[in-house]
């Protein structure tokens, strides 16, 4: 039996629309399934972090994928994969570092797409993810 409900971290900005940063999915299994919307910087007012500074936002856009999955009792370790849109592709480098840092292995997945504008003003990265969360009795 599917079981979904919506991820909704404490401190995150409202959505604007009808969404939910993150939706947690059990099938049935004790392992569930966390699909995180995509994340942009800005912090609990709707305020953007690191104007110019996509690494800085990089930065805050994993803190902001790890409060949807922490709230879903999971953890960075648990994606499977990323999409990763950015505004410039010269901006690659400084994500990348970010994404390097922040992730260990095995990494999940991952697609760069490069766009000519992102929804939020000022916002040069944006990040959606998919989680497997499992009991940690499952973990090798």
Known sequence: MEERSAVI??????PVGRYSPGV??????AARWVFVSGQVAVD????????GDAGRQAIEVFARIEQVLAQARGKLSDLVSLVIYLV????????SAVRNRVLREPAPSSTLVVVSRLVETGCLVEISGVALITPAERYG
Do not use: C, W, Y
Request: net charge positive; aromatic share 4%; charged share 20%.
């Open 9 to 14: 971290p404490e401190g995150h900005s409202k």
């Open 44 to 51: 609990a007012r709707g305020s953007l972090v690191g104007p």
């Open 24 to 29: 947690s999915v059990r099938t049935g299994a």
């Open 88 to 95: 410039n592709i010269g901006d690659f480098p400084a994500v």
